[in-house]
T-cell receptor
Framework: AQSVTQPDIHITVSEGASLELRCNYS??????LFWYVQSPGQGLQLLLKYFSGDTLVQGIKGFEAEFKRSQSSFNLRKPSVHWSDAAEYFCAGFTGTASKLTFGTGTRLQVTL | DGGITQSPKYLFRKEGQNVTLSCEQNLNHDAMYWYRQDPGQGLRLIYY???????QKGDIAEGYSVSREKKESFPLTVTSAQKNPTAFYLCASSPRPLADTQYFGPGTRLTVL
């Protein structure tokens, strides 16, 4: 089945430290991939997306992600985390024009001061 | 400002009652979606609509119904047939159906008493 997997349920980092959240995908064809962020009790906000082209994608709030076909990964990175980045992060993807968006189970990020 | 609105933010209902969740968008998007979010399970698709007066079941449609009489509106009814309706419900829209970026509303938390 086509899917995305987020191996880490919960991650804790110190403010100012670098961050990498993992996302692995399982699709037959090149997928379209997204990262969303959700603050408690809120909707999802789009951070960035990969449709084609440059495999390093820049997003909002200083986030970036790199599409690696050889590793079936689309990991989210940020060089220096701020306390306001504490939230839940979802990777999502689809492939083809008629497929539905599928979500990973999310990674909760905690930031310590 | 363009966006997606959901109302109410919090909703309480007694067992055996139907309840309707509102979703409105002024983005002129063709497609709209309803997702259910439970802790640790990511987002699951309930129903989606690619165009006015048309909608399709998602992965967990049992116990839910929708309508799409206007392009900007996609209400979700949680019926008494839904066995475990307490959850966070998210509405989304995209410019084109399925194979496009989805944008989310702020969500409605439904609690069955």
């Amino acid at each position: 089945a086509q899917s995305v997997t987020q191996p880490d349920i919960h991650i804790t980092v110190s403010e100012g430290a670098s961050l990498e959240l993992r996302c692995n995908y399982s699709y037959g064809a090149t997928p379209y991939l997204f990262w969303y962020v959700q603050s408690p009790g809120q909707g999802l906000q789009l951070l960035l997306k990969y449709f084609s082209g440059d495999t390093l994608v820049q997003g909002i709030k200083g986030f970036e992600a790199e599409f690696k076909r050889s590793q079936s990964s689309f990991n989210l990175r940020k060089p220096s985390v701020h306390w306001s980045d504490a939230a839940e992060y979802f990777c999502a993807g689809f492939t083809g024009t008629a497929s539905k968006l599928t979500f990973g189970t999310g990674t909760r990020l905690q930031v310590t001061l | 400002d363009g966006g997606i609105t959901q109302s109410p933010k919090y909703l309480f209902r007694k067992e055996g009652q139907n309840v309707t969740l509102s979703c409105e968008q002024n983005l002129n998007h063709d497609a709209m979606y309803w997702y259910r979010q439970d802790p640790g399970q990511g987002l699951r698709l309930i129903y989606y609509s690619q165009i006015v007066n048309d909608f399709q079941k998602g992965d967990i449609a049992e116990g839910y119904s929708v309508s799409r009489e206007k392009k900007e509106s996609f209400p979700l009814t949680v019926t008494s047939a839904q066995k475990n309706p307490t959850a966070f419900y998210l509405c989304a829209s995209s410019p084109r159906p399925l194979a496009d970026t989805q944008y989310f509303g702020p969500g409605t938390r439904l609690t069955v008493l």
